[in-house]
T-cell receptor, first 114, second 117 residues
Framework: AQSVAQPEDQVNVAEGNPLTVKCTYSVSGNPYLFWYVQYPNRGLQFLLKYITGDNLVKGSYGFEAEFNKSQTSFHLKKPSALVSDSALYFCAVRDGNAGNMLTFGGGTRLMVKP | ETGVTQTPRHLVMGMTNKKSLKCEQH?????MYWYKQSAKKPLELMFVYNFKEQTENNSVPSRFSPECPNSSHLFLHLHTLQPEDSALYLC????????????????FGPGTRLTVL
């Protein structure tokens, strides 16, 4: 079985400050990890993914995430938050050895204040 | 049209109605998915189609019936729904290998906001 935990329902950050949205996962095979963002009344938009290789993955809109195998984490980061980054963020995992089912975390609402 | 489109964007139906949700992907992908997104619950995978064959049915009640006539179109037929079925229904597509072990990303449509009265 595979699972994802996003321990924070909401993260509040001031504009210009760095942001981190946390994600931990559990999977029996090789983890394929994804981050998505959802704006109001919209579908999920792909940000970045880790499959293999460099543990630091860079994605859209200046976001990056670091894969940490020992801590089974894949935290999303951005050096300088924008008000327009305010949205709902989802972490997801799939077992690279077994099928194409994605399991999503419960989501974290990011609020960036001016 | 680009990406993944869904129609209608909003749907209100009574419990005795029959309606269908439509999804179309313009990405040349070979796998399509239905997800349910309810308030305060994680995204729930409902159905997966690989190469038009249903490969996953995540214990979804029979009042939801999927149809995938070709690799670009996916339908979700709805009948005798319950108020707790009110949610955002999201369609996604990806390019996956025959064995289902592809690494490619799932791309989502904007969703259909369903309200069951």
């Amino acid at each position: 079985a595979q699972s994802v935990a996003q321990p924070e329902d909401q993260v509040n950050v001031a504009e210009g400050n760095p942001l981190t949205v946390k994600c931990t996962y559990s999977v029996s095979g090789n983890p394929y990890l994804f981050w998505y963002v959802q704006y109001p009344n919209r579908g999920l938009q792909f940000l970045l993914k880790y499959i293999t290789g460099d543990n630091l993955v860079k994605g859209s809109y200046g976001f990056e995430a670091e894969f940490n195998k020992s801590q089974t984490s894949f935290h999303l980061k951005k050096p300088s938050a924008l008000v327009s980054d305010s949205a709902l963020y989802f972490c997801a995992v799939r077992d690279g050895n077994a099928g194409n089912m994605l399991t999503f975390g419960g989501g974290t609402r990011l609020m960036v204040k001016p | 049209e680009t990406g993944v489109t869904q129609t209608p964007r909003h749907l209100v139906m009574g419990m005795t109605n029959k309606k269908s949700l439509k999804c179309e992907q313009h990405l040349g992908h070979n796998a399509m998915y239905w997800y349910k997104q309810s308030a305060k619950k994680p995204l729930e995978l409902m159905f997966v189609y690989n190469f038009k064959e249903q490969t996953e049915n995540n214990s979804v009640p029979s009042r939801f019936s999927p149809e995938c006539p070709n690799s670009s179109h996916l339908f979700l037929h709805l009948h005798t729904l319950q108020p707790e079925d009110s949610a955002l229904y999201l369609c996604a597509s990806s390019q996956d290998s025959v064995s289902g072990l592809g690494t490619d990303t799932q791309y989502f449509g904007p969703g259909t906001r369903l309200t069951v009265l």
